[in-house]
Structure formats: structure tokens, C-alpha cells
């Protein structure tokens, strides 16, 4: 395999910093291992290890270095050979009864059996297999895949672990010198049957390309795991069950700004592993911090000692309790962090973390703002929410009104209350220690503004020359009317071979170049290998529909994608894109290195601008509410400032690249894939501005980001998409975003709409009169609302103009010669 040389650059650059991604939950100093030698194998990851999640977030890269591969390649000798045979069989039979079960389920139901599996993920099946392997190492590889379109279940195989999974984990951790149990997911796993029981915990989590090479050199010490835990793994009813989860028709947001670690330090509820927590082959200890306020900005500075045997990078995290006079609020909330360089045995580095006061407001929907209370903010550091220690005292002075919005996306019932701990955890205990310093901050030190609703919208000349049925079509993206299932299973459409969706063609009448947009969001998903004709048209060659969706599509759809391939003329005519797949977002996040999220973005702006992709549908940062959700390995974290934070690092990497934007999405609330397009989140006013929308603002104050998608959901009764108060003016003023603003994709054969929900599809040009720009992908039947809207009085010309210009400026930004 000859790779070129961009692609060998983009993985040495991702490999220098992928380790750092894993987190390792427990040691006792058994790893790393002194050498190679024999090592046995078991547990479902090790030939059937998990890259990445399925839906949007696959990515067609070049090669992928299973377990297997990665281990045997770096020298060990594999002694389970049989084993790993037998548990082949063993999954491919229940493979099979899992598909026909689908069909069936599928014909009962008069549905497509494709879109019957969107709703479900095959368990691990049950197994008794004999462990027989040689050598006094052993690692089982437990792997966990989730995917768009389908929740995770809380049966073994899944959230739970099987009962095979169970017995056999502990038995090779009794049965061979040196275990690890190695955990291949992208969010987590009750692990309580075992976690007392193995003393060597690893999460792998789903790194892209190369995840089985980073585990081998894991375990050979050439380098190590130092990354930290961005959502708490629990017994799982140790989470929260205040809220709803998975409902057909309105899924309650009650425990309000409690998610995650919030819950769980507020409440003293102890899980198996903390929010920040993770160890490393090495230790450490904090020292000597010192505190420093600069006008509204914060500063916090302390020594970090290597006092291991081995190097290492550690992670400074940095909380803050608030008042709660005037509004409840959590123990404690993440409002910086660090990540030191490599430290030598014995070597200490001094690191500063700061954040603005600004950035740290709570939500107090009496006043319709967002606030600072007055009083005292205690400043706790540490290396994970469990591990804090109080080191300064920020002391303001008088409420600060630091924002005067209006409440606009909150619940329509006055009667509706956030669930709030009944007894809570004491921010902090008797007297403040004299020694503690306390940093003065004055009201008027922190910039306070009102928001304007009145804001203007610039039209852009060129486009008033468009009339009423071409103006219509920019509100969509590029579709063939005449194409059909092409339109979804991937007709040659599109300018560039995989590329999921354009802006309208109309666009080019005045010399406006189209956006051509590629999913993600770990990497671009483009066609491997395409062709030209000799009209210079794109034809993808291979595959255009997912291998986990291919065995379920029915002939008649098989046959069209037969039907639809065509040949190339000569070998000679034959091109090629290979895409890095980079880690799954949870695992970016994981490193707790913006500079490694910024490279990770940056290769992504490099292979964009390579391959001709001017918008990147990625990052999405929605928030892991519930460790259920089928698609948050796609996101960050259970917190919002570092999930806006990575947004940030991931955005400013793509987009330091001429011509390359990002789409961060689902703008909001899409935090499950039950019946994702029909669902109804309710949450409060506090809750949907504090948790769910605040890494979005984050992302957009300091990154700019090219575009934004909406979600699928409904928020408190409307579809995002179509929601004025949450786009017209909570995004466009409160939040000040001044981008693009895109539907996810609405293809009704997708299954967007369930015909017995209560809640109704949204219309096209719903979409298009509350602002949202473009609706994607667009259909004759789309074009055909939105001008007949248009012509019976129901959507403005001038609105449609105003959306239009914004996708002509993003246009005239994006499209740069090369």
C-alpha cells in the first residue's frame, strides 16, 4: 500500500497526540509490559474492533489496523488464535438471526427493514467458548458500537455487560498474571459486575484509523494513555431519573441543569469513575497555586510535579462554586483547564488556566438575564470533579446583569419547575480558611449589555435580480427531481464523489458559486474512488451506502444502485480521495488538548481544501445527557463549556484553511434518536440556555463558525428548524450569529416523519420564513411549498432574499481560487 504523502503526514500528526485520547480507569502497575511475547486475546474487539459510530459519523478512510493487526504487527505472538475463530461463528450466527428478525419485523410493520434497524443495535451475542491461550498476559477487548438513528438499550451486550462477557472477564483476570480489560466504546458501559474485581481498567475508546496500533503501543509503553473522562461512568441507575428518556412524543428535560457530574456532586453520589478523572503510567502532585483577577478575567496558576517513575502529561481542571441566593445552582461547574506538556520523573512545570467571568453567568429567567450574583465564588482545583481543593475566593461585590434578554424558548406553562436537589452538598464547610486569598471584582469590571431585537438584515444586490422561482430554489440545497431513491442512496449529483449535498445551482446564474458540503464528524466522508465522464461528470465507484445498511436495503433498492453504477472508461480514468479518519468526538474530548482538537481540525481543512469541500457538517457538540443516546460518541462531553471549548479548538483548525468552514450542529436539545424527527424536548428557559445552547454560544463568541444545522427535534412544541424564537431571536441576537443556518437533511424515505406521532412534519417554508436558510437536501415537492408560501402571502419575499444573501456572502468567502 503506497500512501501519498499528505496522507502520511495527517496520521503521524494524529498518532503524536492519539494516546493522549485513552483513559485509563485503573492500574496496579502490571502495564506497561516490559515486551513483546505471547499475549492471548479475547473479547469481540479484537478482530471486530469499533473505528468509529455509524450514520454521518463513518468515514470511508483507506485502511483500518484492527486489534489483531495492531498487536501482531508490534511483535507479540497472539495465542488465541481458536478462540477468536469460534467467537467468530458465534457472531455471525446471531447476525443472521438479528437481520431476519428485522425483515420481519419489517414486513409485519409494512416498512422498510432498513429503516427498522435505524432503531435498533445488534446486542453481543451469548457464547460459551473455552479460554485457552498461552502466556501470563492476557487482554479482552470489549466493544460497543452506536450509531444515528438508534438509542443504545439497557440490556447485556450494551449498556450492561453480558453474562459471557461477565463470567469470562473474570476469569482471565484470575487466571493469567497480567490482564487488562481494554474497553473499544464510544461512551460507557456498566461495568459494575467487574470493576471491583480487575485491577487494569483501559478506555480505546474509537480513535479512526489506527486504533488497533495506538493499543499495542499503549501496552508496550511507547507511549501512554493521559487523557480524563468527559462524562461520569456510573452504576447506571446511579444516574439521574428525574427526566425522561426515549419518549415517542415529548421527552421532559426535569432535572434541568443537574446532568452529569452536576447531579452527582451536588447530590454526594459516588460513581465508579468521576467527571476529569483518568490516570496515566506516572503520578503527580499540584502545588503552590496562586490566584489573580485582571478586570473580569481569572487566573489561576500552580505547580504540577511529575513524582513518578515514568513521563507523563496531567491535566489541571479548574471549578467554580457559585452563589445560590437567587438562583440554585451546582456544587460545582468546569470553567478551565490545562494540559501539561510531557513531564520528566521529577519534573515540575508551572500552568495557568484562566476564564472571564462573563462566561460563568447563570440564567434567572425572573429577570429574563443572565446573571452574576453578588457574593462569594469559591475557585476549587484538582484533577477531576472528585478531587478538588478550594485555593481562592472570587468576591463580587453587587448582581451584575451581565445580559438583558428576553425569554423566548422556555416552556409556555408557568406551573413547570426544574427538579432541584431535596439535600445538596455543601459548597463549602464552616469558615474560610484566612490563608485562602480573595480576589476583589467590581460589577463594572464585567462588560454588560442589552440585547437589540431589532436588527437589521443586509439583502445583497445580486440577488434581487432573481425572480420569485429561482429565488425559491436557493432556499434548498441541489436535488435531481428526476432521480428518486438516487437522491438517497447517492446519485452522481454532486461536484465532488461523496459529497453529501450543494447549494442550489440557480446560485451560478450571477456568478455565485456553489457550497459543496461532506459529513461527518470524524473526517470527511467522500467516496474512495470516483471517475469522470467524458462530460466531465463525478461518478462514485464502490459502494455509496454503508456496509452495516447495504444487507438490509431491499432488491428493488439493490438493483437501483446496480443499475445507477457506471464504468469508467479506462483504469487510467480512475481517482481517488482517502480521508483521515480521525478519533470520535468523546475521545477528542477525552485528551483534554485543544491544540490536539486543533490539529485534528486542521487536517480535516487540509483534506477540504485538497478535495474541493467548502463546508465541513461537523462539529457537533450536543450534550450527553443520558449515556443512552445512540449518538454521543459524535459529541463532547456532558458539560457545555468543554464541548463549546473543543467546538472552538476544531473550528479554528479547519477554518485557518482559505475556503473552509465548519457546520456546528444539531442546534438543539438532539439528545436521542427515538423518534429524533418527531420528538418534543420540553426544558426550561434556564436549562435550554445554561446546558444546551451554551457551547454553541461559546463556539460562535470566539471561533465564528461558518454555519450552524438545526436538529431534527421539537423544543417546547416546534421544530427547531422552524422555531422563530429560538432562530430569529435567541441565535441571531442573543447569541449574535450572523452565519448560515441549515436544516439537517428531511428525506421523507429516510423516515423523518412517524405518522402516528402527534407532532406534524414541519413544511419547507416554515423553515425558510423564521430565518433558516437553507433546507436540506431539497425536493420538487420542497421547491413547490416554499413558492406556492411565497405566492399566497404566507412567506416574504423579502425574508427569502435575506436568507439568500447570507448563503451569497458565505459563498463569496468560501469559494477562493486555488
Known amino acids: 500500500?503506497?500512501?501519498?504523502?499528505?496522507?502520511?503526514?495527517?496520521?503521524?500528526?494524529?498518532?503524536?497526540?492519539?494516546?493522549?485520547?485513552?483513559?485509563?480507569?485503573?492500574?496496579?502497575?502490571?502495564?506497561?509490559?516490559?515486551?513483546?511475547?505471547?499475549?492471548?486475546?479475547?473479547?469481540?474487539?479484537?478482530?471486530?474492533t469499533v473505528k468509529g459510530g455509524t450514520g454521518s459519523g463513518e468515514v470511508n478512510s483507506r485502511f483500518f489496523v484492527n486489534v489483531y493487526d495492531g498487536i501482531k504487527n508490534a511483535g507479540f505472538h497472539i495465542t488465541t488464535d481458536s478462540w477468536l475463530d469460534e467467537y467468530e461463528k458465534e457472531y455471525k450466527k446471531a447476525r443472521e438471526k438479528f437481520i431476519a428478525d428485522i425483515k420481519e419485523r419489517a414486513r409485519k410493520k409494512h416498512t422498510l427493514a432498513v429503516m427498522e434497524a435505524l432503531s435498533v443495535m445488534m446486542p453481543e451475542p451469548e457464547y460459551n467458548i473455552p479460554l485457552e491461550g498461552e502466556g501470563d498476559v492476557a487482554v479482552y477487548v470489549l466493544a460497543r458500537i452506536s450509531g444515528e438513528g438508534s438509542d443504545r438499550e439497557l440490556v447485556g451486550g450494551d449498556i450492561l455487560l453480558s453474562g459471557p462477557e461477565i463470567r469470562d472477564i473474570?476469569?482471565?483476570?484470575?487466571?493469567?498474571?497480567?490482564?487488562?480489560?481494554?474497553?473499544?466504546?464510544?461512551?460507557?458501559?456498566?461495568?459494575?459486575?467487574?470493576?471491583?474485581?480487575?485491577?487494569?481498567?483501559?478506555?480505546?475508546?474509537?480513535?479512526?484509523?489506527?486504533?488497533?496500533?495506538?493499543?499495542?503501543?499503549?501496552?508496550?509503553?511507547?507511549?501512554?494513555?493521559?487523557?480524563?473522562?468527559?462524562?461520569?461512568?456510573?452504576?447506571?441507575?446511579?444516574?439521574?431519573?428525574?427526566?425522561?428518556?426515549?419518549?415517542?412524543?415529548?421527552?421532559?428535560?426535569?432535572?434541568?441543569?443537574?446532568?452529569?457530574?452536576?447531579?452527582?456532586?451536588?447530590?454526594?453520589?459516588?460513581?465508579?469513575?468521576?467527571?476529569?478523572?483518568?490516570?496515566?503510567?506516572?503520578?503527580?502532585?499540584?502545588?503552590?497555586?496562586?490566584?489573580?483577577?485582571?478586570?473580569?478575567?481569572?487566573?489561576?496558576?500552580?505547580?504540577?510535579?511529575?513524582?513518578?517513575?515514568?513521563?507523563?502529561?496531567?491535566?489541571?481542571?479548574?471549578?467554580?462554586?457559585?452563589?445560590?441566593?437567587?438562583?440554585?445552582?451546582?456544587?460545582?461547574?468546569?470553567?478551565?483547564?490545562?494540559?501539561?506538556?510531557?513531564?520528566?520523573?521529577?519534573?515540575?512545570?508551572?500552568?495557568?488556566?484562566?476564564?472571564?467571568?462573563?462566561?460563568?453567568?447563570?440564567?434567572?429567567?425572573?429577570?429574563?438575564?443572565?446573571?452574576?450574583?453578588?457574593?462569594?465564588?469559591?475557585?476549587?482545583?484538582?484533577?477531576?470533579?472528585?478531587?478538588?481543593?478550594?485555593?481562592?475566593?472570587?468576591?463580587?461585590?453587587?448582581?451584575?446583569?451581565?445580559?438583558?434578554?428576553?425569554?423566548?424558548?422556555?416552556?409556555?406553562?408557568?406551573?413547570?419547575?426544574?427538579?432541584?436537589?431535596?439535600?445538596?452538598?455543601?459548597k463549602h464547610r464552616g469558615k474560610i480558611s484566612s490563608k485562602l486569598p480573595i480576589l476583589e471584582i467590581q460589577s463594572g469590571d464585567i462588560p454588560q449589555t442589552v440585547v437589540d431585537y431589532d436588527k437589521k438584515y443586509e439583502i445583497d444586490e445580486r440577488i434581487k435580480k432573481y425572480g420569485d422561482d429561482e429565488l425559491s430554489y436557493m432556499m434548498l440545497g441541489t436535488f435531481d427531481p428526476n432521480a428518486g431513491i438516487g437522491n438517497l442512496i447517492g446519485a452522481d449529483l454532486y461536484s465532488v464523489a461523496g459529497a453529501v449535498g450543494e447549494t442550489a445551482e440557480v446560485f451560478n446564474i450571477l456568478g455565485i458559486k456553489r457550497l459543496i458540503m461532506a459529513d461527518g464528524p470524524a473526517g470527511l466522508r467522500l467516496a474512495r474512488d470516483y471517475f469522470r465522464d467524458e462530460k466531465g461528470g463525478v461518478h462514485a465507484m464502490g459502494d455509496t451506502v454503508p456496509e452495516t445498511m447495504q444487507e438490509l436495503l431491499p432488491p428493488p433498492a439493490r438493483g437501483v444502485m446496480k443499475i445507477m453504477e457506471k464504468k469508467p472508461r479506462s483504469k487510467a480514468d480512475i481517482h481517488h480521495q482517502y480521508c483521515t479518519a480521525i478519533p470520535i468526538a468523546t475521545a477528542i474530548a477525552q485528551s483534554f488538548d485543544v491544540e490536539f482538537a486543533r490539529t485534528c481540525g486542521d487536517i480535516v481543512g487540509n483534506e477540504m481544501?485538497?478535495?474541493?469541500?467548502?463546508?465541513?457538517l461537523a462539529p457537533a457538540l450536543n450534550i450527553h445527557r443520558d449515556i443512552r443516546c445512540g449518538r454521543n460518541f459524535e459529541y463532547f462531553s456532558e458539560d457545555p463549556f468543554l464541548s463549546g471549548a473543543f467546538a472552538r479548538a476544531i473550528t479554528e483548525g479547519v477554518q485557518a484553511h482559505p475556503g473552509c468552514g465548519v457546520t456546528i450542529k444539531h442546534f438543539a436539545c438532539n439528545n436521542q434518536e427515538t423518534n429524533r424527527s418527531n420528538n418534543n424536548s420540553v426544558v426550561s428557559e434556564r436549562a435550554l440556555r445554561e446546558i444546551y445552547i451554551r457551547g454553541f454560544e461559546y463556539c460562535i463568541k470566539y471561533a465564528d463558525p461558518a454555519s450552524l444545522m438545526t436538529s431534527y427535534n421539537l423544543v417546547n412544541g416546534a421544530h427547531t428548524a422552524s422555531k422563530s424564537d429560538l432562530l430569529r431571536y435567541v441565535l441571531r441576537c442573543d447569541l449574535g450569529y450572523d452565519g448560515v443556518v441549515m436544516t439537517d437533511w428531511w428525506v421523507e424515505v429516510l423516515g423523518n416523519t412517524d405518522k402516528d406521532s402527534i407532532h406534524e412534519r414541519m413544511e419547507a417554508f416554515e423553515v425558510t420564513a423564521v430565518g433558516g436558510d437553507l433546507f436540506m437536501p431539497g425536493s420538487r415537492k420542497d421547491h413547490r411549498n416554499i413558492l406556492d408560501a411565497m405566492r399566497d402571502g404566507r412567506l416574504s419575499r423579502q425574508q427569502m432574499e435575506i436568507n439568500a444573501s447570507r448563503v451569497a456572502r458565505l459563498a463569496d468567502r468560501l469559494t477562493v481560487e486555488k
Open 1 to 48: 500500500m503506497v500512501m501519498h504523502p499528505y496522507e502520511k503526514e495527517h496520521l503521524e500528526r494524529i498518532r503524536e497526540g492519539i494516546a493522549g485520547c485513552t483513559v485509563l480507569l485503573k492500574s496496579n502497575g502490571d502495564f506497561p509490559l516490559e515486551g513483546t511475547g505471547d499475549i492471548a486475546l479475547f473479547g469481540s474487539g479484537v478482530r471486530r
Open 170 to 426: 473474570i476469569t482471565l483476570h484470575k487466571k493469567y498474571k497480567k490482564f487488562m480489560l481494554v474497553i473499544n466504546a464510544g461512551g460507557p458501559v456498566d461495568l459494575s459486575p467487574v470493576v471491583d474485581a480487575v485491577d487494569n481498567i483501559l478506555i480505546l475508546s474509537q480513535l479512526g484509523a489506527e486504533t488497533g496500533d495506538v493499543l499495542a503501543d499503549i501496552l508496550l509503553g511507547k507511549s501512554y494513555p493521559s487523557g480524563k473522562l468527559t462524562t461520569t461512568w456510573a452504576a447506571f441507575y446511579d444516574y439521574p431519573r428525574v427526566g425522561d428518556f426515549a419518549q415517542r412524543d415529548d421527552t421532559h428535560y426535569r432535572e434541568g441543569v443537574y446532568v452529569g457530574y452536576r447531579y452527582f456532586d451536588s447530590t454526594d453520589t459516588k460513581p465508579h469513575f468521576p467527571f476529569g478523572y483518568g490516570l496515566t503510567y506516572t503520578t503527580f502532585k499540584l502545588s503552590g497555586p496562586e490566584a489573580e483577577a485582571k478586570g473580569e478575567k481569572v487566573t489561576v496558576s500552580v505547580d504540577v510535579k511529575n513524582t513518578g517513575k515514568r513521563p507523563g502529561r496531567e491535566v489541571v481542571q479548574l471549578y467554580v462554586s457559585k452563589p445560590d441566593k437567587l438562583v440554585d445552582t451546582p456544587y460545582q461547574e468546569l470553567v478551565a483547564f490545562v494540559k501539561t506538556p510531557e513531564l520528566a520523573p521529577g519534573e515540575t512545570q508551572r500552568v495557568s488556566c484562566s476564564f472571564n467571568m462573563s462566561d460563568i453567568t447563570v440564567y434567572d429567567a425572573s429577570q429574563a438575564a443572565y446573571i452574576l450574583e453578588e457574593g462569594d465564588y469559591f475557585l476549587r482545583l484538582g484533577t477531576s470533579s472528585a478531587d478538588t481543593d478550594m485555593c481562592a475566593v472570587v468576591r463580587l461585590a453587587e448582581t451584575a446583569i451581565v445580559k438583558k434578554v428576553r425569554n423566548y424558548a422556555g416552556i409556555d406553562n408557568p406551573d413547570y419547575r426544574d427538579w432541584q436537589p431535596e439535600t445538596r452538598r455543601s
Open 609 to 616: 481544501e485538497r478535495f474541493g469541500i467548502q463546508l465541513w
